[in-house]
């Protein structure tokens, strides 16, 4: 069994992408995988009723909670490790989950460990991504699913996307046309990376 845990922080719409492509792909009996569980750090997330409304099994682990901890994102991290070991996951799958994990947390899931960016990274890493592609004049935006590796939107590229920047766009209409290609080249990366293991 390979199992998928979907990190998120948000409205959850590559987290839905990739379970309606593990449906429509038939990824279980294709791959012998599922996505074993949903996690976010935001009790607010869209995404977590959105899960939860496909059939997944989710889970909070709020990260306010652990704000007065002497070292809250070792802490954060280390309970958000021991959530996902539980499933043995073969991916941990970050879907717009906003946090930079510590060095730990990534080398555990070092191989094994995705994110998806909006942009053509090596450009542009870190927030707001679409207003700044939108200020340095670019012409084409795009996104980018790479392997996690300890400095942050970086490590190895496995996909990209273009879309080109329109003249009257703003940072929301660059962002909702580069999510439609969020949503296909992620689930196809999973695939692609599911269809090789044993
Ligand atoms: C996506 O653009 C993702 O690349 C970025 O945050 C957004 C999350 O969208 N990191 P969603 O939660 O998957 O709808």
Redesign the pocket.
Known sequence: MQNIVVL????????VAIAQAAEREQWQARFDARIACVISNRAQAA?LAKAADLGLTTQLIDHTLYQKHSHPREAFDSALMQAIDVYQPSWVVL????RILTPGFVVHYQGRLLN???SLLPAFPGLHTHQRAIDAGCRFAG?TVHQVTVDLDDGPILAQAVVPVLPDDSADTL?AR??TQ?HLIYPRVLAQLLSRQP
């Open positions: 998120i922080s948000g409205g959850g719409s590559n987290m995404g879907a717009g989950f906003m998806i960016h909006p996104a962002a580069v999510l969020e």
